[in-house]
């Protein structure tokens, strides 16, 4: 069973996909680019990975956009 409190003891860290880790070439970070990597984050003793908006949230009071977006 998952302790509820667990959050009281992470290592939270803050990314945005699209400047992390590009593995396809095309110049911007992506999901299979953060895969890659998360052996890298674990071994700086992250625990939990919180991802900033990688997609266009309309609807909201604000409209939330990804980085570098228009």
């Not at 860290?13 to 299979?32: H, I, R």
Request: aromatic share 12%.
């Amino acid at each position: 069973m998952i302790n509820d409190l667990w959050y009281k003891n992470a290592v939270i860290y803050s990314l945005a996909v699209e400047t992390f880790m590009d593995a396809n070439g095309d110049g911007v970070g992506d999901f299979q680019g953060l895969m890659h990597r998360l052996d890298y984050l674990a071994g700086l003793g992250i625990t939990a990975i919180w991802l900033m908006p990688f997609q266009t949230s309309p609807g909201l009071t604000r409209d939330l956009r990804p980085i570098g977006a228009t």
